[in-house]
């Protein structure tokens, strides 16, 4: 997955959808989300050397848009002023930890999650 942000901007919010992987039945897996912290990790692809190490992310259930439609979850981080500060090429990796089994999911499973700072093309005055 390709994730798009200009160097100094703080949206949009990185956030990727959890996808119930058949293990667990509904009411499982919403408790085991209602119960769990989410930490997000980022490191530079050219020298691996981490940007962001474990900070605070969210998890939050989309507003269904039928009464019948499943309950769909989004995991998230919200950008600060020094995460996207400098250009370059970025792996991405969530981690959440659930509360209630003590268990840990790293996300994404299937394909490598890569953040692209681009140069912003406005003036910036500091």
């Not at 996207?84 to 930890?97: L, N, P, S, T, W």
């Amino acid at each position: 997955m390709e994730f798009f942000i200009r160097r100094d901007s703080l949206e949009p919010v990185l956030k990727m959808q959890l996808v119930l992987d058949g293990r667990h039945d509904f009411q499982t897996f919403h408790t085991e989300v209602a119960n769990s912290s989410v930490y997000f990790s980022m490191r530079d692809v050219e020298t691996g050397v981490l940007k962001i190490a474990s900070k605070s992310g969210g998890i939050v259930a989309k507003t269904p848009t039928s009464p019948n439609a499943p309950t769909e979850y989004y995991i998230y981080y919200q950008w600060t002023a020094s995460d996207v500060k400098r250009e370059g090429r970025y792996e991405g990796q969530f981690m959440i930890q659930f509360h209630n089994t003590g268990s840990e999911l790293v996300a994404p499973i299937r394909e490598d999650l890569f953040i692209n700072i681009s140069n912003t093309f406005t003036k910036t005055t500091c």
